[in-house]
């Protein structure tokens, strides 16, 4: 299957040629002009473990909406059930993963895929979820709220497992063409921990993961949070692009870019806003105030966070066609 990532039918900068997607993001990345601001949104799929189907809906969701960036959502899951922890000794259930087996093997696999199938026309971005996240998955969050404190020997035993196992992972994932990995960190915002719980059980587990993914020029940091969010301290984190749900939280790009002018945002559309159900008046608003933070320059006009599975193809095609009256 091949693609050629869409393109405007002219250039809507002066003296900036028509770019492909990979020219754009390249571009939104480092801080150089573009034909236009990057554009991408998403869901998740139901693969039901087949890299080929994954890598299927990948392509045609993203070749379908117009969308600069091939995000790889985290369909095929972790090998290790969610809820499968109950007791403190199941910590010890977690293991050392062989990544050239199984579901990572799966996901990999559909890595390749979208990658053979681009080319180098626009770039494929795998999402990950952080060690801390997967731990809340395995044990739930009152379960993980009350092992922090009575059994903290074994909670880090089994974050150390998982974030080498991911570290592998995230690595592999580069060198069969991935061109950045999404780690998706949670655990922040919402009430889930302290900040002095986050910054021993979540921070040194997700920076582990975040130095093998160094050789990703698209890595992203992805902060999941609806509110209560202190998003200062991840301005430290060594990716490229930032996001989080800069319209949930209400830590604006204006402010964010302020405090670090130099990375690349990503944001500005609500996953729960006028994408949904708005106006096409409201929609293309919201993007134009996205613009206005940020200058235009740095961004990857996106959700903040997944929108819904079954929104309606006309919805994603109407915030398309909005995206292309920015410039």
């Known amino acids: 299957m091949s693609y050629t990532a869409s393109r405007n039918a ?7 040629p028509e770019m492909t997607s990979m020219e754009r993001v390249l571009a ?3 801080g150089e002009r573009a034909d236009r ?13 087949n890299p080929t189907s994954l890598a299927r809906d990948t392509l045609d969701f993203f070749s379908q909406y117009g969308c600069d960036i091939f995000k790889i959502m985290p369909d095929i899951p972790y090998p ?5 922890i109950r007791t403190v000794d199941d910590w010890g259930l977690i293991s050392e993963l062989d990544i050239s087996a199984g579901n990572l093997a799966r996901m990999l696999r559909t890595v390749g895929i979208v990658r053979d199938a681009l080319g180098g026309d626009a770039p494929v971005l795998l999402t990950v979820f952080s060690p801390f996240a997967y731990a809340m998955r395995f044990a739930g969050h009152d379960r993980l709220g009350e092992h922090l404190h009575t059994a903290p020997i074994q909670l880090h035993a089994a974050l150390d497992v998982i974030a080498d196992n991911l570290a592998e992972y995230c690595s592999a994932a ?38 093998a993914c160094q050789a990703g020029w698209l890595t992203t940091l992805h902060v999941h949070a609806s509110a209560d969010l202190d998003l200062d301290p ?27 002018p130099t990375r690349c945002l990503m944001g500005g559309i609500s996953g729960r806003g006028p994408i949904l159900s708005g106006t096409p008046a409201e929609l293309l608003t919201e993007m134009r105030d996205a613009v206005r933070q940020t200058g235009g320059s740095r961004l990857i006009l996106a959700n903040g966070c997944s929108v819904p599975d079954d929104i309606a193809d006309a919805r994603l095609r109407l915030a398309r066609a909005q995206a292309d009256l920015l410039n």
């Not at 002219?10 to 900036?16: A, K, L």
Request: charge should be positive; include cysteine; glycine fraction near 10%.
């Open 10 to 16: 002219r250039s809507r900068r002066s003296h900036v």
């Open 234 to 260: 991840f301005l430290a984190y060594p990716t490229p692009v930032l996001s989080w749900s800069d319209r949930l939280t209400g830590i604006s790009l204006a402010d964010v870019r302020k405090k670090d």
């Open 37 to 49: 601001v990057p554009y991408c949104v998403w869901h998740h799929f139901r693969p039901r473990g």
């Open 80 to 84: 290790f059930p969610d809820g499968g």
């Open 174 to 211: 580069l060198l069969e063409g991935a061109d950045g990995i999404s780690l998706s960190v949670q655990g922040a915002g919402d009430g889930v921990t302290t900040a002095t719980e986050y910054a021993e059980f979540a921070r040194p587990y997700e920076l582990r993961v975040l130095r």
């Open 28 to 30: 939104a990345v480092s």
